[in-house]
């Protein structure tokens, strides 16, 4: 699943690309009956809102909150995306045909949305295979389009306002990690939130902090030589400087790089980032140990149903 580094890479880029355009016309064939009544555009009944309120609407900018994409557009409102699982946002031209052989030429205006399909055109990257899930496309002013490809379709779509967006919506979300104002007290101040959880656990919280999930917790950890399921409540105030550091160096190093796409993440040029070729501890499991002078080797346990990866030596369980 894209945390932060992933969430921000997209979010940052997609702001160059596309701000100050404006929506032509949306197009998606999520239509889903278990979200019947639910502001989200898997309800086709939502969708319809949706596209009036969006349409010939200019893009202000796009911003990130915790792991969610904000698009905001001219008036009061504001696009969330939550890519979830296996979503990603893209942006290039796409041409829309139909989906079955015998309906591949013709035009869009005669074919039922969901007979439609958008092949990519340019650049060359978004015909890789991770991206032609394709479920929801934005037609720009530019004659290009943002494109979201959503393999497992988990992701969320709606619409909230631009209050909402500042402050609202998000008041169960825990503070920004690479904020300035986040400092090892402010940390401290967020595990007592939780003090029989595990480490890992809690570092995945958001109601705890935002953004950080299974890799970059594992990572964070592996180089805080601390042990995933150490209880919150027995860090030392050392130790939690320690993992405040690494939390702010290591998210800032996923963005550095692009985010990582070990699984199947992808930038809006449908290209990939570079993180998980510097993995010291995720998905690493029966290597040795990268720290110098370590002899030990990276051992996987599941902590509350998610996979640790950690070191067996440097990454001792006291308490
Ligand atoms: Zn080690």
Request: hydrophobic share 35%.
């Amino acid at each position: 699943m894209p945390e932060l580094p992933e969430v921000e890479t997209t979010a940052s880029m997609l702001n160059k690309l596309v701000k100050g355009k404006q929506i032509l016309d949306v197009w998606t064939d999520y239509n889903s009956s278990y979200y019947k009544g639910k502001n989200n555009i898997k309800n086709p009944e939502f969708f319809k809102k949706f596209k009036k309120e969006v349409l010939n609407k200019k893009i202000i900018c796009v911003w990130r909150r915790a792991k969610n994409v904000l698009i905001d557009i001219e008036g009061e409102k504001t696009i969330l995306i939550h890519m979830k699982m296996t979503g990603h946002l893209l942006y290039g031209t796409y041409k829309p045909v139909g989906k079955r052989s015998d309906l591949k030429n013709l035009k869009r205006s005669v074919l039922e949305e969901t007979d439609l399909q958008w092949i990519p055109i340019e650049p060359e990257t978004l015909k890789d295979p991770f991206s032609r899930f394709i479920h929801l496309v934005f037609e720009l002013s530019d004659s290009k389009h943002i494109a979201f490809s959503d393999m497992r379709k988990f992701a969320t779509v709606t619409l909230i306002s631009d209050k909402e967006a500042l402050s609202k919506h998000f008041e169960k979300i825990g503070p920004e990690p690479l904020e300035k104002e986040f400092d090892w007290r402010a940390l401290r101040a967020r595990l007592v939130l939780r003090p029989n959880g595990k480490i890992k656990t809690v570092l995945m919280d958001h109601f705890v902090l935002a953004g950080i999930g299974n890799i970059y917790s594992d990572e964070i950890l592996w180089a805080s030589k601390i042990h995933p399921e150490r209880k919150a409540s027995s860090l030392s105030d050392a130790e939690i400087k320690e993992i405040l550091k690494w939390i702010k160096k290591l998210l800032s190093k996923g963005i550095d790089f692009g985010g990582d796409s070990m699984s199947d993440y992808r930038n809006p040029l449908g290209e990939k980032g570079d993180f998980q070729n510097h993995h010291n501890a995720y998905k690493r499991t029966g290597k040795p140990c990268l720290r110098k002078g370590c002899k030990g080797k990276i051992i996987r346990k599941i902590v509350n149903q998610r996979s640790a990866h950690f070191c067996n030596t440097c990454q001792k369980l006291y308490s």
